[in-house]
Structures are given as C-alpha cells and as structure tokens.
C-alpha cells in the first residue's frame, strides 16, 4: 500500500493546542485536501477559546462519517501542538492511534505552577502507547523560517504516517490555497522538514 493510502479511507483526527499556533488554519486544509482527493470530511467545532494562550482542539472524520465528533479512544491520530494539551487529548486515544506532539512547550505567564518535565512526558508516553511521535516542530519551524510556519511542520509531520489518507501533494496543493503566495516558499520548507523529521 502507498504512502496516502488507507483501504476504507475511514480516518479520524483529533487536533489540539494553544490559541494563535493555526489550529483552525490546520484543519482547514486538511478538510480541504481531503476533498480535493474526492473524500467526505467532516469537522467539529473548535472547542475552547482559540484566542491567544487558550486551549482549543477540533476533531476531523475523513470518509463517510455522519458525525464530526470523534468518540473516547477512537482517533486514528492524535496531532498537538503543545506537549501539556497532548496529555489533555490522551482520552481520545488508544493503544494505536498515532500520536504526534510538539515537544516545545507553551508556558502560561500567569501560572505559577511548575511546567512538567517534557522528557518525562516523552518517556510515558511511549510506556503507554504504540506509536508516539515527539518532534520539535517549534525549532524546526525557526529553521524554516517563522515559528508561525510551526502548523506545517506539523502538517508535514502527519503526512509521512503511512496510515494518514491524504498525500502530501494534495495538503500542500490545500496550503497554496489557502496561505498568502509570499509565505508559500517558508511554509513548503516547513511541511518538508517535518515529514523528513518522520520518515527519516
């Protein structure tokens, strides 16, 4: 089976992070590449405040769902753009869904509370489930060119899971769509660093 391909195109993905990191704008041209391949999509949603620093998740049903909502432990993928809302998603998750996080955390100026150790998150993580994909897509979303660019790198990212059903052409065909033509360049140096980051 190629990569972009899944047998019954039934597919389920529950995205989540922090306000102003392009939750909304991800699953934007997800949804809209999976329609350029001829899928059903459909998308919940947003949950939460998508202002600024609050916690926001939205789920995404590739195939012939009649639902948007995904129910407990039945994401295919779980995509977080920040390590503590990974732990928060945990309970849409099951032993294979592919879990593919950010590990550069987002820490609230107003919490005093100490920040967990990421690493340590990383390590349960992976005691407890299959298929843990830690990746730095903050740094390498610098390297491309913004930290803005960080939901390409992510986008990137999935697009390498072999099980995910859309190609990576057709989600940078949806980006073109959908992102200004000037940041056209940084945002495919992003979706390639992190489906390199990935696939190795």
Do not use: W
Not at 72 to 84: Q, R, T, V
Not at 124 to 142: C, M, R, Y
């Amino acid at each position: 089976m190629q990569v972009g391909e899944k047998m019954d195109n039934h597919y389920s993905i529950y995205i989540c992070g922090v306000g102003g990191q392009g939750i909304i704008k991800t699953s934007t041209i997800i949804g809209e590449a999976a329609m350029n391949q001829g899928l059903d999509v459909v998308m919940s949603e947003i949950h939460g405040m998508s202002q600024r620093g609050g916690s926001v998740s939205t789920e995404l049903k590739i195939g012939g769902y009649t639902s948007s909502i995904i129910p407990n432990h039945g994401a295919d993928m779980l995509l977080s753009f920040e390590p503590i809302e990974t732990i928060r998603g945990l309970d849409k998750v099951n032993s294979q869904t592919k879990i593919v996080f950010n590990t550069h955390p987002i820490i609230p100026s107003s919490n005093d509370k100490v920040y967990p150790n990421v690493d340590n998150m990383t390590k349960v993580l992976k005691e407890n489930f299959n298929h843990v994909l830690p990746i730095d897509g903050t740094q390498l979303a610098i390297d491309a060119g913004s930290v803005l660019s960080l939901n390409m790198v992510l986008l990137g990212a999935v697009t390498a899971d072999d099980k995910f059903p859309l190609t990576k052409d057709s989600v940078i065909d949806a980006m073109k769509n959908n992102l200004k033509p000037k940041f056209h360049e940084m945002n495919l140096k992003a979706i390639e660093s992190g489906y390199k980051s990935i696939r190795g």
